[in-house]
């Protein structure tokens, strides 16, 4: 395949290619070599792109950013905007959906690769919530910012049980998670943002759409 590591297409078929290995036969047991035969992709070209394995999912991860980053996020306030941006998140990660849970089955073994997804995942809910003008400004932005992640990965591991189509069960979850945190006090908006205006004044439909609220439901513990 003649493609130049600048393209982003290049990105996405050493990502494809790798992720299927790891499918197959585990994250730990792939390389970089195997995956640019797999992609067809010029063993050089793929050095200097990708110069250790978890640039991969580095990479991966700023695709995904990018696919719930791009437009505005829609809705009248912090909750609903969230729920735009983290369902867009899991959208973007469903081409990838197999690779992406062979490599979560890995994280228990492997502590390294762990602590550099947290990283990653951390990164990226900061920018989610600043998009969604969620204040994390000092200790209670801290906390906002933590509960933020409590949701991400409760409804995380949802989704990669999710057989719905449409991923009807983690909108579900993701809902009534945001629900309780927004009674708890825990999705307050940024006073600096003058997003919720904006969008008003923009209109527009959002990307998703939460289901209805169900009282019964588990939330955050």
């Known amino acids: 395949m003649t493609l130049d590591h600048h393209d982003p297409l290049f990105d996405r078929t050493m990502i494809e290619a790798t992720l299927q290995l790891a499918q197959s036969h585990g994250w ?14 010029p063993l050089q070209q793929v050095r200097q792109r990708f110069p250790f394995k978890s640039m991969i999912l580095i990479r991966l991860n700023s695709q995904i950013d990018d696919a719930a ?15 735009d941006l983290l369902m867009r998140r899991f959208d973007a990660m469903q081409d990838y959906r197999s690779g992406i849970c ?3 089955h890995t994280l228990p073994r492997d502590p390294a690769l762990a602590a550099l997804l947290a990283g990653t995942t951390m990164e ?20 906002r910012l933590n509960s933020l992640l409590a949701i991400w990965s409760r409804t995380l591991a949802r989704w990669e049980k999710d057989s719905t189509p449409d991923l009807a069960d983690t909108m579900q979850v ?3 998670t945001l629900a309780r ?3 708890m006090g825990l999705l ?6 003058g997003q919720a205006d904006m969008v008003a004044e ?18 955050l513990d």
């Open 69 to 83: 980053l791009c437009g505005e996020s829609y809705g009248a306030t912090v909750r609903e905007r969230l729920f």
């Open 102 to 104: 062979a490599i979560m």
């Open 28 to 41: 730990q047991r792939v390389s970089l070599v195997d995956a640019s035969r797999e992609a067809g992709l």
């Open 181 to 183: 945190a927004e009674r």
């Open 188 to 193: 307050k908006e940024s006073s600096a943002s």
């Open 124 to 143: 990226s809910l900061r920018w989610v919530a600043d998009a969604a003008a969620l204040d994390r400004h000092g200790l209670g932005g801290m906390i």
């Open 202 to 219: 923009e209109g527009g439909l959002p990307d998703h759409v939460a289901p209805e609220e169900n009282s019964n439901n588990n939330v």
């Open 174 to 176: 993701l809902d009534s």
